[in-house]
C-alpha cells in the first residue's frame, strides 16, 4: 500500500534554531502533499498545502516566512521551520494525496519538534 | 468545519465488536466517507471509505444508511491494540483536505 515516510521523527533544539522536516511518498508520486500541526489533546490542523513546482498555500494565520515549503520533486516536500521558539513546540505531520478517483490521502508518522 | 459529528469517547471489550458512529449529513451526494485513526503519538492511519455501499477490508467494515446521513466503522474483534481516536471525515477542505474534527475516543479494555 501507500506509504509516506517522514524524518526526523523527534527533534530537540535550541530557541532560534531552524529546523528541517521531510516528507516522502515512497511508492507513488504526489503532486500535493499537506502538512498539518497537532498540539497536545487536540486534533490535527492544515497548516499549509505543498504544490509541486508551485508555490505552498497556507492557511489562515500561518506565517509563511516562518514556515517556508518546498516542494521539489513529486515525491518530496520539506518543511523548515526557521528561528524556532518554544511556542513552536508541537507534533508536525504531513500527508500525500496520490488521489486517483477517491483513493485515500496517507500520513507520515509525524515529527515531534521540541525547542528549548 | 468538519462536517461530520461523532462522540467523544467509548469503551469497548476486548473480543468484542467496536460499533464507532458517525452523522455526516450535510455532505453531498458524490462525497466519500473516509475513516482513520490515530494511535497516540503516531500519525493517522487509514482504515476505510465508502460512498453508498457497504465496504469491508482486513480492517474493519464500513456500514452508510441509505439516505448516506450516517455510517458506523465496525472492528469486529476488538484488541487492545485498536485503543486509539478514530476520525470520520470527508475531503471537504478548501485545498482538497481532509477536515479533522474531534473524533471518538476508543478505549479497549481487558
Known amino acids: 500500500g501507500a506509504v509516506v515516510s517522514q524524518h526526523p521523527s523527534w527533534v530537540i533544539c535550541k530557541s532560534g534554531t531552524s529546523v528541517k522536516i521531510e516528507c516522502r511518498s515512497l511508492d507513488f508520486q504526489a503532486t500535493t502533499m499537506f502538512w498539518y500541526r497537532q498540539f497536545p489533546k487536540q486534533s490535527l490542523m492544515l497548516m499549509a498545502t505543498s504544490n509541486e513546482g508551485s508555490k505552498a498555500t497556507y492557511e489562515q494565520g500561518v506565517e509563511k516566512d516562518k514556515f517556508l515549503i518546498n516542494h521539489a520533486s513529486l515525491t518530496l516536500s520539506t518543511l523548515t521551520v526557521t528561528s524556532a521558539h518554544p511556542e513552536d513546540s508541537s507534533f508536525y505531520i504531513c500527508?500525500?494525496?496520490?488521489?486517483?478517483?477517491?483513493?485515500?490521502?496517507?500520513f507520515g508518522d509525524g515529527t515531534r519538534l521540541s525547542i528549548l | 468545519d468538519a462536517k461530520t459529528t461523532q462522540p467523544t469517547s467509548m469503551d469497548c471489550a476486548e473480543g468484542r465488536a467496536a460499533n464507532l458512529p458517525c452523522n455526516h449529513s450535510?455532505?453531498?451526494?458524490?462525497?466519500?466517507v473516509y475513516w482513520y485513526r490515530q494511535i497516540h503519538s503516531q500519525g493517522p492511519q487509514y482504515i476505510i471509505h465508502?460512498?453508498?455501499n457497504n465496504e469491508t477490508n482486513e480492517m474493519a467494515s464500513l456500514i452508510i444508511t441509505e439516505d448516506r446521513k450516517s455510517s458506523t466503522l465496525i472492528l469486529p474483534h476488538a484488541t487492545l491494540r485498536d485503543t486509539a481516536v478514530y476520525y470520520c471525515?470527508?475531503?471537504?477542505?478548501?485545498?482538497?483536505?481532509?477536515?479533522f474534527g474531534k473524533g471518538t475516543k476508543l478505549s479497549v479494555k481487558p
Open positions: 450535510t455532505i453531498s451526494g458524490n462525497e466519500y
Open positions: 465508502g460512498l453508498k
Open positions: 471525515m470527508n475531503y471537504g477542505g478548501s485545498q482538497g483536505n481532509l477536515i
Open positions: 500527508s500525500a494525496n496520490a488521489r486517483a478517483g477517491n483513493q485515500p490521502q496517507h
